[in-house]
């Protein structure tokens, strides 16, 4: 197991808050959605998140680092989301906006259709996947995570942020 620094952990909890502030604006998080971020080595890994989405009940957005570094590099968003026929579960998953848009969006690989949504307590599955989202929607998401990461956005009261022991 990887011991992770305080450094390494404040920049992924920058992450969530991040994230959170771009897909739900000052919404605050309803008890049907979660949020969390750490390494997922191997498929393994990604069979827990959709047990832990599925037992809990929530739709759950994973922010995946690599921790191969002093501070660690995002490299994967994963949803799982339990529904009555089971946990769907994507990964490859990018944050979307355009300009104009108050919300980001998630868009899942480019072999699968539509986008998501996030709602303030689930993910919701939009069939369409704009074109403007796919290419500089990609790219302005990831300067405006980039900016807020780097500002450190305030989520108090939005959302609660525990870090679990290692």
């Known amino acids: 197991m990887t011991d992770i620094t305080a450094a390494a952990t404040d920049h992924m909890r920058r992450h969530v808050t991040a ?7 000052k ?3 309803g008890r049907g959605l979660a949020m969390t971020a750490g390494e997922v080595l191997n498929d393994a890994g ?3 998140i959709a047990e832990l989405a599925h037992a ?3 739709d759950l957005i994973h922010l ?10 995002l490299r994967d968003i994963i949803i799982a989301a339990p529904r009555a026929d089971g946990c ?7 944050l979307a906006q355009r300009p104009d848009d108050r919300f980001a969006v998630l868009l899942p690989n480019p072999l699968a259709r539509g986008h998501f949504r996030v709602a303030r307590d689930e993910i919701i599955h939009v069939h369409t996947k704009p074109a403007a989202l796919v290419g500089e929607g990609v ?3 990831a300067r405006r995570l ?4 780097c500002d450190d956005v305030d989520v108090r009261g939005q959302i609660v942020v525990t870090k679990l022991p290692q």
């Open 19 to 25: 994230v959170t502030r771009m897909i739900l604006g």
């Open 27 to 29: 919404t605050i998080m």
């Open 46 to 48: 990604v069979l827990r």
């Open 56 to 58: 809990s009940g929530n």
């Open 64 to 73: 995946d680092f690599s921790l191969d570094r002093e501070i660690p590099v």
């Open 88 to 94: 769907h579960v994507h990964r490859g998953c990018r």
């Open 139 to 141: 790219a302005y998401a």
């Open 146 to 149: 980039a900016r807020l990461v």
